[in-house]
C-alpha cells in the first residue's frame, strides 16, 4: 500500500475497494484524470487514512469480504466516518445498487451514488463536481467563520464604570453569526445607555441587519441618546431608508443617570424587561412604541423609572424566554424570573451566564441578555 502521507498539489482522492483489479483501473483512471488517489482494500484502512491524512475526497465500495451484496458494510463505513467528523465529500460504489441502498447511502453521509460497472466520462463528471462543491462549501465556511469572529467584536465589553450600577450583556447566537444586537453607550459623566435589539430573519442577512443598526445608534450624539424618544425617531428613519420595507427589528433603549438614578426607556415591540425590586416585587417595562424600521410614520413615546439600590433590571432578547418552546421543558418567563430571583446575590456577569446556561441548550434562536443590578 502507498504510504498514507501524500505530498502533491494534485486534487487527492482516497479509494476504497476489496477488488485490486477494481483498485487499479481507478487508480489509472485518476492518474490520466489529473488525481492523486491512494488505494486501500479494507473499512478498517478507509478509517485509519481519514484519520491520518487529509483528502479532497472519498470514492469508496458498498461491499467488502465480510458481505458483498448487502451494502451493510459501506453504510456502517459511512457512519463512522461522520462520527469523525470527517468533513471530505464521499461517493459510494457498488454492482449491487438499488434506490433504496442509495437513499440510505445519502443519508449516512455519501454525498453521490455511481453504480458498477462505471462509465468512466460519468464518474469523472461526479468526482470534478463534488469537488468543486467542497472548494466553494469551504470557501463559505470561511467567509462565515469570518463574519461571526468581526460580529463578536463589534459587541461591547462593559468598560465604562459607574458606581451604583454593575452590569453585563452576553449574546448566544443560534448559528455562527447573530441577528440579537445589545450595547452600552457612554452617555456623559454620570449617564450611561443600554441598548437591546432583535433584528428579523436570521443567518447572514440578519447579521448584516444588526451592523446597520449598531451603526445607526452609534452615529447619535450623547445628548441624544440621553432622550431615548428622539434618539429612536432619527434611528427609525435611518433604519427604514437602508432596509427593504419587511426588514424591522424590536428594541429597548434605556439611558440611566447616575445623578437622579432614574432610566429614562423607550419600548419598541421588544419583550418587556423584567425589574426586580430589592422588595421581591417584579415589574415589567412594556411597549412604548410600535416595532423599529417598518414604519416611516413611526411615533414613540418614552417611560422613566428609579433604580433604587438592590434592583436588578433584565433585558433579554425571545430566544431567551421561547427556549424550548416546543417542549414541557419551556424555559419561558417563569423560568427566567426563578433564576434571577435565585441569584439574587450574584453579580451582573453571573446572573447573565446563569441566565443563558439552561437556555443555550434548548434554543433554535439567539439568545442574548443585558443584566443590570443596582448597588
Known amino acids: 500500500?502507498?504510504?498514507?502521507?501524500?505530498?502533491?498539489?494534485?486534487?487527492?482522492?482516497?479509494?476504497?475497494?476489496?477488488?485490486?483489479?477494481?483498485?487499479?483501473?481507478?487508480?489509472?483512471?485518476?492518474?490520466?484524470?489529473?488525481?492523486?488517489?491512494?488505494?486501500?482494500?479494507?473499512?478498517?484502512?478507509?478509517?485509519?487514512?481519514?484519520?491520518?491524512?487529509?483528502?479532497?475526497l472519498i470514492l469508496m465500495d458498498l461491499n467488502y469480504a465480510r458481505d458483498t451484496t448487502s451494502g451493510e458494510e459501506g453504510l456502517d463505513l459511512l457512519s463512522s466516518l461522520e462520527k469523525q467528523n470527517y468533513a471530505a465529500p464521499v461517493v459510494v460504489m457498488t454492482a449491487w445498487g438499488s434506490v433504496d441502498l442509495a437513499v440510505e447511502a445519502m443519508r449516512r453521509g455519501a454525498s453521490d451514488f455511481v453504480q458498477k460497472p462505471w462509465e468512466n466520462e460519468r464518474l469523472l463528471g461526479v468526482i470534478a463536481k463534488q469537488l468543486a462543491?467542497?472548494?466553494?462549501?469551504?470557501?463559505?465556511?470561511?467567509?462565515?467563520?469570518?463574519?461571526?469572529?468581526?460580529?463578536?467584536?463589534?459587541?461591547?465589553?462593559?468598560?465604562?464604570?459607574?458606581?451604583?450600577?454593575?452590569?453585563?450583556?452576553?449574546?448566544?447566537?443560534?448559528?455562527?453569526?447573530?441577528?440579537?444586537?445589545?450595547?452600552?453607550?457612554?452617555?456623559?459623566?454620570?449617564?450611561?445607555?443600554?441598548?437591546?435589539?432583535?433584528?428579523?430573519?436570521?443567518?447572514?442577512?440578519?447579521?448584516?441587519?444588526?451592523?446597520?443598526?449598531?451603526?445607526?445608534?452609534?452615529?447619535?450624539?450623547k445628548e441624544a441618546l440621553r432622550q431615548p424618544s428622539t434618539a429612536l425617531r432619527v434611528i427609525n428613519r435611518l433604519f427604514c431608508e437602508s432596509t427593504s420595507p419587511e426588514n424591522f427589528a424590536t428594541v429597548f433603549l434605556g439611558n440611566y443617570d447616575q445623578a437622579t438614578r432614574r432610566l429614562r426607556y423607550a419600548n419598541c415591540g421588544h419583550p418587556p424587561p423584567i425589574l426586580l425590586r430589592r422588595d421581591g416585587a417584579v415589574e415589567r417595562l412594556g411597549p412604548t412604541a410600535m416595532v423599529l424600521g417598518a414604519f416611516?410614520?413611526?411615533?414613540?413615546?418614552?417611560?422613566?423609572?428609579?433604580?433604587?439600590?438592590?434592583?436588578?433590571?433584565?433585558?433579554?432578547?425571545?430566544?431567551?424566554?421561547?427556549?424550548?418552546?416546543?417542549?414541557?421543558?419551556e424555559f419561558g418567563e417563569d423560568g427566567l424570573l426563578s433564576v434571577i430571583q435565585a441569584s439574587y446575590a450574584a453579580g451582573s456577569a453571573m446572573l447573565v451566564d446563569r441566565i443563558l446556561e439552561p437556555v443555550a441548550a434548548q434554543t433554535e434562536d439567539d439568545a442574548t441578555v443585558v443584566a443590570i443590578r443596582s448597588v
Open 296 to 329: 416611516a410614520n413611526w411615533a414613540c413615546e418614552e417611560s422613566e423609572t428609579v433604580l433604587a439600590p438592590g434592583d436588578t433590571l433584565v433585558l433579554f432578547s425571545d430566544g431567551v424566554t421561547e427556549a424550548g418552546v416546543d417542549s414541557p421543558a
Open 1 to 56: 500500500m502507498l504510504a498514507l502521507k501524500m505530498e502533491t498539489d494534485q486534487p487527492r482522492v482516497l479509494v476504497a475497494d476489496d477488488q485490486p483489479d477494481v483498485l487499479e483501473a481507478l487508480r489509472l483512471l485518476l492518474k490520466g484524470a489529473g488525481y492523486a488517489s491512494l488505494q486501500v482494500s479494507s473499512p478498517q484502512e478507509v478509517l485509519r487514512a481519514a484519520r491520518e491524512d487529509r483528502f479532497e
Open 133 to 221: 462543491s467542497a472548494r466553494t462549501t469551504r470557501v463559505l465556511r470561511s467567509e462565515i467563520e469570518l463574519a461571526r469572529h468581526v460580529q463578536q467584536q463589534l459587541f461591547p465589553l462593559p468598560k465604562r464604570r459607574l458606581a451604583s450600577i454593575d452590569y453585563s450583556g452576553r449574546c448566544v447566537p443560534a448559528h455562527e453569526v447573530s441577528g440579537d444586537y445589545y450595547d452600552f453607550i457612554d452617555t456623559g459623566e454620570t449617564s450611561l445607555a443600554f441598548v437591546l435589539g432583535d433584528v428579523s430573519g436570521k443567518g447572514i442577512g440578519a447579521a448584516l441587519l444588526m451592523a446597520n443598526l449598531q451603526a445607526c445608534f452609534r452615529s447619535q450624539p
